[in-house]
């Protein structure tokens, strides 16, 4: 057992540089530094992902609220309906 873990992580460390060559954090590695279009765009991108990113906790957020607050809004409605309508005594 102790073979395969240590087989398996030799070929998880062999791997790795091929792998985080990939990984959008490096974005030096895709610069070159002739191509300015190129630096504006990829810029723009991370630029853009980013704010993407930042977005989504606050719209999940907003969305809860709204839910709170309309939960709220229909269950004070009904109780006002239910105290407005008096009971019909025979």
Known sequence: MRRLLAVI?????????????ACPGCKEALFDPDQ????????????LSIG?????????IAGFTAFIIGSARR??????SSVDTPALSR
């Open 9 to 21: 992580l030799l070929v998880a460390l062999l791997i790795a540089p091929a792998v985080t060559s």
């Open 36 to 47: 300015l279009a190129q630096k504006l765009a990829t810029a723009r991108g991370y630029a």
């Open 52 to 60: 993407l990113l930042l977005a989504v906790p606050f719209l999940i």
């Open 75 to 80: 269950a004070k409605r009904s109780e006002r």
